[in-house]
């Protein structure tokens, strides 16, 4: 990977690695309030919700470790044409896991939705959804992409995040903020999903991926790159990109790793 590289943070387990993605999500969130007093976050689904709320949700250990929800913007990196509702619905995950958990305390995120108006139009879901990316990114004077303050993503076992599969036309996509795709080698096959430009631009992007599982495909994106959606985030965002593993998911992966920020 030519340039600055990524971090590669790598934990015992997901109960060592709630607490430093918890400081990292304060650090990301406090630059943003710096910067425009909002907090402005892409999430994808999977597992991701589930460790996300074991961050964000554990008690607040002083001052300099609080997470301001009512700043918080959420938006979503992809989404399928599901009712919001719908159990393969990212948004009804992180209501689910997320959200919902909120304690009342600690105040409510702004969470933009697709409209579920355009379900049965990809491409009108997809411009309906970049509309509401221009009026939140660009009201003020025209900007080319988007700049999320953080985009929160997992990788798939083939190298697949967000919406963006290996070897797909998507991924030369370089026009479009947000993107239809109606044949996802994953079910559901309808979906919409950031591109990969908007995704690289992003002032921080994560990716939390654990389990042996993902051990395959992580010393693949490392290693060789092999043009994988995860390896061309890596490489577009260089050190402005952090991964958050367990051992188990890196195990044998020649690169080099942290257990602190």
């Not at 406090?30 to 909002?38: P, T």
């Not at 108006?117 to 009201?139: G, I, K, M, P, T």
């Not at 994560?206 to 010393?219: E, H, L, P, Q, S």
């Not at 092999?226 to 593993?245: H, I, K, M, Q, Y």
């Amino acid at each position: 990977m030519p340039g600055k590289q990524p971090n590669l943070y790598s934990f015992s387990g997901t109960d060592a690695l709630a607490p430093v993605l918890r400081q990292y999500l304060i650090q990301c969130q406090n630059a943003g309030l710096s910067r425009h007093d909002v907090f402005k976050v892409a999430v994808s689904g999977g597992s991701l919700p589930k460790t996300l709320a074991q961050a964000l949700l554990a008690p607040s250990s002083g001052p300099d470790d609080e997470v301001h929800f009512d700043k918080w913007e959420i938006f979503f990196a992809d989404e399928r044409a599901v009712a919001l509702d719908d159990a393969e619905s990212n948004h009804a995950l992180l209501q689910t896991e997320l959200l919902d958990r909120i304690p009342a305390g600690l105040g409510r995120p702004t969470v933009h939705a697709v409209d579920a108006a355009h379900l049965d139009d990809v491409q009108e879901l997809a411009d309906n959804y970049e509309q509401l990316l221009v009026r939140s990114f660009a009201s003020r004077d025209s900007v080319k992409l988007p700049i999320f303050d953080l985009l929160l993503l997992g990788c798939g076992p083939d190298g697949h995040t967000c919406s963006l599969f290996p070897g797909h036309a998507l991924l030369r996509e370089t026009d479009a903020w947000v993107a239809p795709i109606d044949d996802s080698p994953k079910p559901p096959p309808r979906r919409i999903t950031l591109t990969l430009p908007v995704v690289t631009h992003g002032v921080r992007v994560a990716f939390v991926a654990t389990g042996a599982g993902k051990r395959d495909i992580i010393k693949e994106i490392f290693e060789e790159g092999n043009g994988l959606p995860c390896a061309l985030v890596n490489e577009g965002a260089g050190d402005r990109c952090s991964w958050f593993t367990d051992n188990a998911a890196v195990e044998g992966v020649s690169y080099p790793r942290r257990e602190s920020l």
